[in-house]
């Protein structure tokens, strides 16, 4: 069944809209509050979740997703990692139970576990744990971490070991975890619990009266340390939202207010992540470009960010294209079909025989994977696929939804949706880097693919 998004996306397509761009880079769904973070080469993005129906006109947000990309231009869809249901102790909480409530998380790695802060609006911030970035995570604590209507937990990890959590509205707050990441440190301030002084010098003047707010500081602060001077970015107001920032010396303040990084986006709010990868630092944020987009109705994108000599930090202007990609995509080992750069129609759900697959095709929808090095050139392209229907054909093309034509390769009727079986066509004239564009062509709804990938001459 097609979602509104997909809905919008194709018919966007169609008209040509110059949003299609690679930013944002997640289509699939709305997504909002990236919260990145690097592990052995590759940089994940966990993601709030807003629906495509939006109730009782607010934020409508009931799980978290995960991505993950090694080149900061293809993304690859890891699926629904967490949702409220993980928490039964929110059961009774805000909202109705389960129904609504997930809102920006972050995660982090420690010893080989995987640790996820989420906030339950008007329940708390609770913690999970996994194995693996994408899960499964379980809740070992079965209470709240910290309890009350607390939101946007932020957690960093000095070079000392220590760990820090920030998070809070209309106040920023913090806290130290002990080594275990899902207990609070209670020697310092009130069970552990810190308020920072909420002053002008720390965190800058704001242009308009709030009886709450002194300062710029709104929500979704973002500790980040470099060359032993840490930063501390917030979404700013007053509404609608800018990113700013305030460094200091220390991991808990005193806090410098510095300046406005990114000025309000087409969504009301905004939530910034920065990572450092492959040599670069980029910041993370949400607007609400996507066909159909709007306050309730996020997406999430990326942009480099760099700093000046004396460490302060350069404002940073979105840009439709996004960073330039670091590395080159290989195609000849196995390529999940999920990993996308930007795509006109596709949509993902879970797979049978584990991670995800691409669905919902119709005739002409596409993916478009950016940067793709083809070397001296390729001979064969393999994919997994399954179809319940008639199947279809996959057009392999270079440049262009409608470029260079290099092979097409037949699906056949499998038998079930996630019936899988494999198929290859001959290929020629690959050779280089290009960006690949697998167009999807027949009659009715076609078929899913679960992976591809290329063979050398």
Not at 24 to 51: L, M, R
Not at 209 to 215: F, I, L
Not at 288 to 297: N, Q, R, S, T, V
């Amino acid at each position: 069944m097609k979602t509104v998004l997909k809905n919008m996306l194709v018919l966007a397509s169609i008209l040509g809209s110059s949003c299609l761009a690679d930013n944002p880079f997640i289509q699939t769904f709305y997504t909002a509050d990236p919260a990145p973070v690097v592990h052995d080469g590759v940089c994940y993005v966990y993601t709030s979740h807003d629906e495509d129906v939006t109730e009782n006109g607010f934020f409508t947000m009931r799980d978290w997703l995960c991505y993950s990309s090694t080149d900061m231009v293809n993304w690859t869809d890891l699926g629904t990692v967490a949702s409220l249901h993980d928490f039964k102790w929110a059961g009774q909480g805000w909202g109705g139970g389960f129904d609504n409530g997930a809102w920006a998380p972050q995660a982090i790695e420690r010893d080989g576990k995987w640790y996820l802060y989420c906030p339950l609006q008007g329940r708390g911030i609770g913690v999970l744990v996994a194995d693996s970035p994408a899960g499964p995570f379980k809740d070992p604590i079965g209470k709240p971490l910290i309890g009350g209507d607390h939101i946007d937990p932020s957690v960093f990890i000095d070079d000392d070991g220590q760990a820090y959590l920030y998070w809070g509205n209309p106040k920023c707050w913090y806290a130290k975890l002990n080594k275990d990441m899902i207990s609070i440190d209670t020697g310092i301030g009130d069970k552990g619990l810190v308020s920072l002084d909420m002053t002008v010098e720390e965190f800058g003047k704001r242009t308009k009266e709030d009886e709450r707010r002194a300062t710029t500081y709104e929500e979704g602060p973002w500790l980040y340390k470099r060359k032993g001077l840490y930063y501390l970015f917030f979404a700013g107001g007053p509404i609608a939202e800018h990113i700013g920032y305030s460094s200091s010396k220390s991991p808990t303040g005193s806090w410098e207010y510095g300046a406005v990084v990114m000025t309000p986006r087409s969504a009301f709010t905004i939530h910034p992540g920065v990572v450092d990868f492959k040599g670069k630092t980029y910041l993370f944020y949400h607007d609400a470009d996507l066909p159909g987009g709007g306050g309730f109705k996020r997406s999430v994108c990326v942009d480099e960010m760099e700093f000046r000599p004396d460490g302060s930090v350069k404002p940073v202007e979105p840009t439709k294209e996004g960073p330039k990609q670091v590395g080159h995509l290989d195609p000849y080992v196995q390529v999940e079909a999920e990993t996308i750069c930007w795509t006109g129609g596709a949509e993902t759900e879970p797979c049978e025989e584990g991670g995800m697959n691409i669905c919902d095709l119709d005739d002409g929808d596409y993916i478009k994977v950016k940067g793709v090095d083809f070397g001296s050139g390729a001979s064969m392209f393999g994919a997994r696929v399954a179809s319940s229907s008639s199947g279809g054909k996959i057009e392999l093309r270079l440049g262009g939804v409608d470029g260079k034509l290099i092979g097409t390769c037949s699906i056949p009727r499998t038998g079930g949706e996630q019936k899988w079986e494999n198929t290859s066509c001959e290929v020629k004239g690959a050779s280089g880097v290009h960006d690949l564009y697998l167009k999807f062509v027949g009659d009715g709804e076609l078929f899913n693919v679960n992976w591809w990938k290329f063979k050398k001459k």
